[in-house]
Nanobody, 125 residues
Framework: QVQLVESGGGFVQAGGSLRLSCGAS??????????MGWFRQAPGKEREFVAG???????SYYVSVKGRFTISRDNAENTVYLQMNSLRPGGTAVYYC?????????????????WGQGTQVTVSS
């Protein structure tokens, strides 16, 4: 069982930066053994993959954020981060942190069993 709590969302102008954090509380299995992902959902749209990082530290990104976003994890602090630079108005969404038992990063939501409540990111033009 994993409980996830996101933070760091807010309002930012286009071109600006935000750093999202996701703190994990895991029982029965250590945080370091989970593959972690960040997803986002804009109003009226499906939830989509943004970035993921495996237990071994391999990362994967949605094509539109590659080069601008960076995912990282601190296993000692049970936290995963998403550094978002050069934000665009299209990035306005609720951002969710998720945990998966998979060894590799998957982009589908069905591969992630545990989800946080989300944090709102609003990018103005």
């Amino acid at each position: 069982q994993v409980q996830l709590v996101e933070s760091g969302g807010g309002f930012v102008q286009a071109g600006g930066s935000l750093r999202l954090s996701c703190g994990a509380s895991a029982s029965g299995r250590t945080f370091s053994t989970y593959t972690m992902g960040w997803f986002r959902q804009a109003p009226g749209k499906e939830r989509e993959f943004v970035a993921g990082i495996s237990r071994s530290g391999d990362s994967s990104y949605y094509v539109s954020v590659k080069g601008r976003f960076t995912i990282s994890r601190d296993n000692a602090e049970n936290t995963v981060y998403l550094q978002m630079n050069s934000l665009r108005p299209g990035g306005t969404a609720v951002y969710y942190c998720a945990a998966s038992s998979s060894v590799v990063v998957f982009t589908s939501t069905v591969q992630y069993r545990f989800w946080g409540q989300g944090t709102q990111v609003t990018v103005s033009s």
